[in-house]
């Protein structure tokens, strides 16, 4: 009996060894299974050790002996390879761990905000692309969201991951969609690494180094670094209001009859609860002028053949912030204002016959509900698959208050977070500085465009930053031009999204930029449009054009110079070689001005690869605007493109004063 004691224990003993040994050697979470390694460029792999003593790293027929220093850090440098793999790293000290199915291929980082962060299950026909999302030649990392006021070297968390259409599911749109078309266009693997974050502002993208630089933020940066310098620093302050915060909420769920009697329980019993139409606000459903928390819930019938199979509920645009639940069991959440609430509910949780939605819905202004436009908004669906079934959600559901905004305890303020320079930065870029990449691709903008003048200087910044921390010479930087939305506009007038394009415009100055024009696929009424397949296709040919030796491909025509005769203006393009074309019966989206500076909807007509606008109101034009307001395709029809079908970036041919100008 003793000796199959003895023998169990060192059974146990050598199954811990490779695990102990690892503990030995640790690698940040950028090196992980399933890995991309960027081809044609000397391949990097560091880390740190608690025992700085010599090891063996092994990667594709090359050994390397590694020799710590004495603080721990380590890094060894393969020389460059072709795309190819599955490759398998070994790391060998006393024992033996590996790395394994890497491919060499091309990394490119993909980040900005919301539109960015836009996952594979929002978008248009979800269904059919997450069923065609399994490809293990593109892997992607999805980076943690984090905040911090020094530099890291690590992330806390992730690793990569095969493109399945299980894990797509969540994964950025715009960056599969970008990879999807790479890969098919150049048959390289291809690995994304998202990191965005909705709603933050370019500032808190770049570096502490560089932000400083710039006059609107030195003072800014001056009391960060002062405050980083006491014991009331980032860190303990964003640890101080974590814990405020979370003592804020765990008061409000001890005082919301909703969670104490957990309402959102399939067995509760809701007789009593009132009737809300949805889509629709509770103002107009019983609740006039409530702000605060009100609970949801609707029960459906789902048919056997959808038992047991993982679903996406489709709840449109709610207002505000929301919890929700199905059958009991928490599927999602969004605690700031905004975007679609389409969650995945996995199949464990899904029944035949009678399941639950349960939803609270927090609204501190203005009215409280489902806000989307359509009924056809709300449903519930399989995941994947070219022909699923939907059940609409539209119509009635049930609706208790549980608690009104003024009976909230106070919420703690938090003085730093995500509009902090260089927090996102830190924390979500620096860990990345010392991997070798292809390139990035950028969406954001929308946070910035209030103060779109400002962006004019704090763009180039950002993209000159990131490429010196870096050191990889002029990485090629691709991005988005902002997409129509802020309304329709009857008139011409000035529009804060229209100067942040064109600020994106004037970036393209900067080596190795390209961009993508979106104007043309977006929504007046959303700020977060779902044909993410077209925005990926454009960054893709701006890739293949700029990075992958395709320069026969065209990008979307940009403004060259004009010609003033009479009372008409020559416009002419760039990228326009094959001529130019009109989507409509009548060219639209121009708009002239005379010494008044009073813009007025003009006429237009295609000259061979050139414009000619006029008005019969204006007899001495002296300024022509194109696509120039914040949903340019709904306003006026902006619906001119080069033949290859890329829609023409809006422009002006004046230098008035923006708009935004004194905006900091």
């Given at each position: 009996?003793?000796?199959?004691?003895?023998?169990?224990?060192?059974?146990?003993?050598?199954?811990?060894?490779?695990?102990?040994?690892?503990?030995?050697?640790?690698?940040?979470?950028?090196?992980?299974?399933?890995?991309?390694?960027?081809?044609?460029?000397?391949?990097?792999?560091?880390?740190?050790?608690?025992?700085?003593?010599?090891?063996?790293?092994?990667?594709?027929?090359?050994?390397?002996?590694?020799?710590?220093?004495?603080?721990?850090?380590?890094?060894?440098?393969?020389?460059?390879?072709?795309?190819?793999?599955?490759?398998?790293?070994?790391?060998?000290?006393?024992?033996?761990?590996?790395?394994?199915?890497?491919?060499?291929?091309?990394?490119?980082?993909?980040?900005?905000?919301?539109?960015?962060?836009?996952?594979?299950?929002?978008?248009?026909?979800?269904?059919?692309?997450?069923?065609?999302?399994?490809?293990?030649?593109?892997?992607s990392f999805r980076v943690p969201k984090e905040l911090s006021g020094v530099p890291h070297s690590d992330f806390s968390s992730g690793k990569w991951s095969v493109a399945t259409s299980?894990?797509?599911?969540?994964?950025?749109?715009?960056?599969?969609?970008?990879?999807?078309?790479?890969?098919?266009?150049?048959?390289?693997?291809?690995?994304?690494?998202?990191?965005?974050?909705?709603?933050?502002?370019?500032?808190?993208?770049?570096?502490?180094?560089?932000?400083?630089?710039?006059?609107?933020?030195?003072?800014?940066?001056?009391?960060?670094?002062?405050?980083?310098?006491?014991?009331?620093?980032?860190?303990?302050?964003?640890?101080?209001?974590?814990?405020?915060?979370?003592?804020?909420?765990?008061?409000?769920?001890?005082?919301?009859?909703?969670?104490?009697?957990?309402?959102?329980?399939?067995?509760?019993?809701?007789?009593?609860?009132?009737?809300?139409?949805?889509p629709g606000y509770w103002e107009y459903n019983g609740l006039p002028n409530y702000d605060g928390v009100v609970w949801l819930r609707k029960e459906i019938n789902i048919p056997p053949?959808?038992?047991?199979?993982?679903?996406?509920?489709?709840?449109?645009?709610?207002?505000?912030?929301?919890?929700?639940?199905?059958?009991?069991?928490?599927?999602?959440?969004?605690?700031?204002?905004?975007?679609?609430?389409?969650?995945?509910?996995?199949?464990?949780?899904?029944?035949?016959?009678?399941?639950?939605?349960?939803?609270?819905?927090?609204?501190?202004?203005?009215?409280?509900?489902?806000?989307?436009?359509?009924?056809?908004?709300?449903?519930?669906?399989?995941?994947?698959?070219?022909?699923?079934?939907?059940?609409?959600?539209?119509?009635?559901?049930?609706?208790?208050?549980?608690?009104?905004?003024?009976?909230?305890?106070?919420?703690?303020?938090?003085?730093?977070?995500?509009?902090?320079?260089?927090?996102?930065?830190?924390?979500?870029?620096?860990?990345?500085?010392?991997?070798?990449?292809?390139?990035?691709?950028?969406?954001?903008?929308?946070?910035?465009?209030?103060?779109?003048?400002?962006?004019?200087?704090?763009?180039?910044?950002?993209?000159?930053?990131?490429?010196?921390?870096?050191?990889?010479?002029?990485?090629?930087?691709?991005?988005?031009?902002?997409?129509?939305?802020?309304?329709?506009?009857?008139?011409?007038?000035?529009?804060?999204?229209?100067?942040?394009?064109?600020?994106?415009?004037?970036?393209?100055?900067?080596?190795?930029?390209?961009?993508?024009?979106?104007?043309?696929?977006?929504?007046?009424?959303?700020?977060?449009?779902?044909?993410?397949?077209?925005?990926?296709?454009?960054?893709?040919?701006?890739?293949?054009?700029?990075?992958?030796?395709?320069?026969?491909?065209?990008?979307?025509?940009?403004?060259?110079?004009?010609?003033?005769?009479?009372?008409?203006?020559?416009?002419?393009?760039?990228?326009?070689?094959?001529?130019?074309?009109?989507?409509?019966?009548?060219?639209?989206?121009?708009?002239?001005?005379?010494?008044?500076?009073?813009?007025?909807?003009?006429?237009?007509?295609?000259?061979?690869?050139?414009?000619?606008?006029?008005?019969?109101?204006?007899?001495?034009?002296?300024?022509?605007?194109?696509?120039?307001?914040?949903?340019?395709?709904?306003?006026?029809?902006?619906?001119?493109?080069?033949?290859?079908?890329?829609?023409?970036?809006?422009?002006?041919?004046?230098?008035?004063e923006c708009f935004t100008r004194n905006n900091k």
């Amino acid at each position: 009996m003793r000796t199959n004691r003895l023998s169990g224990f060192y059974i146990i003993l050598l199954t811990l060894l490779p695990l102990l040994s690892y503990a030995q050697i640790k690698l940040p979470h950028i090196f992980s299974d399933d890995m991309v390694i960027q081809r044609d460029k000397p391949i990097e792999i560091w880390g740190t050790t608690t025992k700085p003593k010599p090891f063996t790293v092994s990667f594709a027929g090359v050994n390397m002996t590694v020799k710590p220093q004495k603080d721990g850090n380590w890094s060894v440098e393969f020389p460059a390879m072709k795309a190819g793999g599955p490759y398998q790293m070994k790391f060998q000290t006393d024992t033996v761990f590996n790395l394994n199915n890497i491919l060499i291929g091309d990394i490119w980082i993909c980040s900005g905000q919301s539109n960015m962060e836009f996952s594979m299950k929002d978008v248009y026909n979800s269904a059919y692309e997450l069923s065609k999302a399994n490809n293990s030649n593109i892997r992607s990392f999805r980076v943690p969201k984090e905040l911090s006021g020094v530099p890291h070297s690590d992330f806390s968390s992730g690793k990569w991951s095969v493109a399945t259409s299980e894990d797509v599911a969540n994964t950025s749109a715009v960056a599969y969609f970008f990879a999807k078309n790479i890969y098919e266009s150049e048959n390289v693997p291809i690995g994304i690494i998202c990191t965005y974050w909705g709603g933050s502002p370019i500032e808190s993208w770049t570096s502490l180094q560089s932000i400083g630089q710039h006059p609107d933020f030195s003072k800014q940066v001056e009391d960060f670094i002062a405050l980083q310098k006491t014991d009331d620093s980032f860190n303990s302050q964003q640890k101080c209001y974590s814990e405020l915060f979370y003592q804020w909420q765990k008061e409000i769920k001890e005082t919301d009859p909703g969670y104490i009697e957990k309402w959102y329980l399939p067995n509760y019993n809701s007789a009593g609860w009132k009737i809300l139409n949805a889509p629709g606000y509770w103002e107009y459903n019983g609740l006039p002028n409530y702000d605060g928390v009100v609970w949801l819930r609707k029960e459906i019938n789902i048919p056997p053949f959808m038992a047991k199979k993982a679903l996406l509920l489709n709840l449109g645009f709610l207002s505000n912030y929301d919890d929700t639940w199905f059958n009991g069991v928490k599927v999602g959440s969004v605690s700031y204002d905004g975007g679609r609430r389409i969650y995945k509910i996995p199949g464990t949780e899904v029944h035949e016959g009678e399941n639950t939605i349960a939803i609270r819905l927090e609204n501190t202004s203005g009215n409280g509900g489902f806000i989307s436009l359509k009924e056809s908004d709300l449903f519930i669906r399989e995941m994947t698959g070219a022909q699923v079934l939907s059940i609409p959600l539209a119509g009635k559901w049930l609706y208790k208050p549980s608690m009104k905004l003024n009976d909230y305890p106070s919420k703690p303020k938090d003085k730093l977070g995500i509009n902090t320079p260089s927090t996102l930065y830190n924390a979500m870029i620096a860990p990345l500085t010392k991997l070798s990449i292809k390139g990035f691709i950028w969406y954001q903008g929308e946070s910035n465009s209030w103060r779109a003048y400002q962006y004019r200087s704090l763009f180039p910044l950002m993209i000159n930053d990131w490429r010196k921390q870096f050191n990889q010479g002029d990485i090629p930087f691709l991005f988005v031009q902002l997409a129509g939305y802020s309304g329709i506009t009857k008139d011409p007038i000035e529009s804060t999204w229209a100067e942040l394009r064109e600020a994106q415009t004037m970036t393209l100055s900067l080596p190795q930029t390209g961009m993508a024009v979106a104007i043309d696929i977006g929504n007046p009424f959303d700020v977060h449009p779902t044909n993410k397949q077209e925005v990926g296709r454009r960054l893709a040919l701006e890739a293949q054009r700029i990075v992958y030796g395709k320069p026969e491909l065209k990008s979307s025509p940009l403004y060259k110079g004009s010609e003033f005769k009479g009372n008409k203006i020559i416009i002419s393009f760039s990228n326009v070689e094959n001529g130019l074309i009109s989507t409509g019966e009548k060219l639209g989206g121009f708009a002239i001005a005379d010494s008044t500076k009073k813009f007025r909807w003009a006429d237009a007509r295609i000259d061979k690869n050139n414009v000619v606008v006029w008005s019969d109101k204006i007899k001495k034009p002296v300024a022509v605007r194109y696509g120039w307001t914040g949903a340019p395709i709904e306003s006026n029809d902006a619906n001119l493109y080069n033949k290859e079908g890329l829609p023409v970036s809006p422009f002006r041919t004046d230098d008035w004063e923006c708009f935004t100008r004194n905006n900091k």
